[in-house]
C-alpha cells in the first residue's frame, strides 16, 4: 500500500503540468500585452524619445494610461492653410469601389477616382493654393487622400486616425494646402493604405514652377494592378510626341511597395529632381539606372537627338515611355550594370541650416524579432528593439535642427518614409555625401545599410514616420514624429474605424 506516497506518474505529471504553465504562462502574459484596444491616440503609443533635447510638458507615455495628460495644446485641426486666402486651383474628386477597365482593356476590380485609376493628374504653380474636395461615394471602410512629399499643414495630410477620420461612404473631406514646393508628388489613400493603394486609390500631383516653357512635361506613374505593370494605367509603352531638340522632363513616380529601376536609351539623360526638390548641377548619365525608392519620385530630363530617333525611358519592367517624332520603335535595352549613387551626382550646395549642431538626435533602428502584433505571432519588425505600439514617439519643438539615424538590420530593405518634411542625407554607412544635396521623402534603406540624415523642424502637427512598403507598415513598421505643443482628437480604431496603414 503507497496510499500517502504520489505515484511516479503523478509527479512527473505535475512537473508537466509546471513546466507547461511555465512556458505558457509568459507566453499568454505577452499575446495579452500585445492586444491593441479597440481605440486609442498615437500619443498614447509607446515611449518618449526626446532625442538628448529639452523634455516638453507631455510627460511619459503609457499605451493606456490617461489621455488627459493632452490638455492645452493646438489640436491638429487647428494646424491648416490661411482659410481666409481663395484657393487658386480646386477640384472634386469622386471616390468608388469598382470593376474597371485599364487602357488595355483588361479588367480590374479595384478603385476610382472620378471613374478611372490613376485618378486625375492635379496640376499646380508654385505657390498656388489647392483645395481638393474628396467625395467617398462607395468605398467601404472610409478613405482619405495623403499628398506624398509635399509638406502640407498637418490638418491636411490625411492620415486616418491621426489627423482626421476615415472618409465613410456618402461622405466628404476637402483638403487645403498651398503648393510651395515646385516638383513631382503623388496623393494616395492612407486607411488602410496597404490594401487602397494597390486597388488604385492614387494619383500623380505636378507642381511645376512660374515660367518652365520649352519644357515637355510627361508624368510617368508606374504601377501593378492585379500584378500587371503599368504607366499611367497603360500595360502598354506611353507613346509622347517629343520633336528633334526638344528638352523633355520625365516624373518618374514609384507608387509601388519596393525599389524600381528606371534607365534610358536613345540619348544620355540627367536626373534634375529627386522627391519633389531640383538636383545641384546634374552631369548628364548614360550607361546607369535610376533606383526610386518605394513612393519616390525621380525626374528624369533627356534632349531628343537631332536625328528624329526615338528615346526609350525604361521602368522596371515592359512598359514604358517612348519619346520620339516619326518613329517610336526603340526596342527595350538590358538594365545597365551601374546604378546612379545619389550620394555623390550633382555639385555641392551649402545647406540652409547646420546639421552638425543638431537639437535632437533620434535612432531609428529596423530589426525583426519574433512576438506578438495585437495578439497575432509571428516574426515581427521593431523599430530600436520595441515591437508595435510600444515604439518611440519621437518628440521635437518647433525650430529644432534633428540628425536621425536610420539602420536596418531586419534582412529585407525598407523605403522609409517621412511625412510633413524633407530631410537631406548626410552620410550613408559612415561615407558623407559629396554630391548635390540629397533631399528626400522616401528613401530607400537597403538591408544592412545605415542612413545618416537631418532636417528643420519646421512644420508643426504629429506626422507618419514610416515604411512605405506598405505591408510592412501594416505589420508595425510605423512610428511617429510628434511637436511640443501639439495634440490629434483623434484615434486609431474608433467609430471611424480608422485604419492609416
Ligand atoms: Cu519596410
Redesign the pocket.
Known amino acids: 500500500m503507497r496510499r500517502n506516497r504520489p505515484g511516479r506518474g503523478r509527479v512527473r505529471t505535475a512537473v508537466a503540468c509546471a513546466a507547461t504553465a511555465a512556458v505558457l504562462g509568459p507566453l499568454v502574459w505577452l499575446w495579452q500585452d500585445s492586444l491593441l484596444p479597440s481605440a486609442y491616440s498615437v500619443m498614447d503609443m509607446g515611449y518618449a524619445d526626446y532625442g538628448g533635447g529639452p523634455q516638453g510638458s507631455h510627460g511619459a507615455h503609457a499605451m493606456g494610461g490617461a489621455s488627459g495628460t493632452h490638455h492645452g495644446g493646438r489640436d491638429v485641426t487647428e494646424l491648416v492653410a490661411d482659410t481666409d486666402r481663395p484657393a487658386d486651383v480646386t477640384m472634386t474628386v469622386v471616390a468608388r469601389k469598382q470593376r474597371f477597365r485599364l487602357a488595355s482593356g483588361r479588367a480590374f476590380d479595384g478603385y476610382t477616382l472620378n471613374g478611372q485609376s490613376p485618378g486625375p493628374v492635379i496640376k499646380a504653380v508654385q505657390g498656388q493654393l489647392v483645395q481638393v474636395r474628396l467625395v467617398n461615394e462607395s468605398v467601404p471602410g472610409g478613405i482619405t487622400l495623403h499628398w506624398h512629399g509635399v509638406d502640407v499643414p498637418n490638418a491636411a495630410d490625411g492620415v486616418a486616425g491621426v489627423t482626421q477620420d476615415a472618409v465613410g461612404i456618402g461622405k466628404e473631406f476637402t483638403y487645403r494646402f498651398v503648393a510651395d514646393r515646385a516638383g513631382t508628388f503623388w496623393y494616395h489613400s492612407h486607411q488602410m493604405s496597404h490594401e487602397q493603394v494597390r486597388g488604385g486609390l492614387l494619383g500623380a500631383l505636378v507642381v511645376s514652377p512660374a515660367g518652365t516653357a520649352g519644357v515637355k512635361d510627361v508624368v510617368a506613374l508606374v504601377h501593378l494592378y492585379g500584378g500587371i505593370r503599368t504607366v499611367n494605367g497603360r500595360e502598354g509603352d506611353v507613346r509622347v510626341k517629343a520633336a528633334p531638340g526638344t528638352r523633355a522632363r520625365v516624373r518618374v513616380v514609384n507608387t509601388e511597395y519596393g525599389v524600381m529601376p528606371a534607365w534610358v536609351s536613345g540619348a544620355p539623360y540627367r536626373l534634375v529632381a529627386v522627391d519633389g526638390t531640383e538636383v545641384n548641377g546634374p552631369a548628364p548619365v548614360r550607361d546607369q539606372a535610376v533606383a526610386v525608392a518605394a513612393g519616390g519620385r525621380a525626374d528624369l530630363e533627356v534632349t531628343m537627338p537631332a536625328g528624329g530617333s526615338p528615346v526609350r525611358i525604361h521602368l522596371g519592367g515592359p512598359a514604358g515611355v517612348v519619346l520620339g517624332s516619326t518613329s517610336y520603335d526603340a526596342p527595350p535595352v538590358p538594365r545597365p550594370a551601374a546604378t546612379l549613387d545619389p550620394l555623390t551626382y550633382g555639385t555641392r550646395a551649402p545647406l540652409a541650416f547646420d546639421p552638425a549642431k543638431p537639437d535632437r538626435r533620434f535612432e531609428y533602428a529596423?530589426g525583426r524579432r519574433p512576438g506578438f502584433l495585437d495578439g497575432v505571432p509571428g516574426v515581427w519588425?521593431t523599430i530600436n528593439g520595441h515591437l508595435y505600439p510600444d515604439v518611440p514617439m519621437f518628440h521635437v519643438t518647433e525650430g529644432d535642427v534633428v540628425r536621425m539615424r536610420i539602420s536596418n538590420d531586419?534582412g529585407?530593405?525598407?523605403?522609409?518614409h517621412l511625412h510633413g518634411h524633407h530631410a537631406v542625407v548626410l552620410t550613408r554607412d559612415g561615407v558623407a555625401a559629396t554630391g548635390s544635396p540629397w533631399w528626400v521623402d522616401s528613401l530607400e534603406v537597403g538591408i544592412g545599410q545605415t542612413y545618416e540624415i537631418a532636417f528643420v523642424a519646421d512644420n508643426p502637427g504629429v506626422w507618419m514616420d514610416h515604411?512605405?512598403?506598405l505591408?510592412?507598415?501594416s505589420e508595425g513598421?510605423t512610428a511617429h514624429l510628434m511637436y511640443e505643443g501639439v495634440t490629434t482628437r483623434f484615434t486609431v480604431g474608433g467609430s471611424a474605424d480608422n485604419k492609416p496603414e
Open positions: 529596423v519588425w531586419s529585407e530593405a525598407h523605403p522609409m515604411c512605405h512598403n505591408p510592412h507598415a513598421l
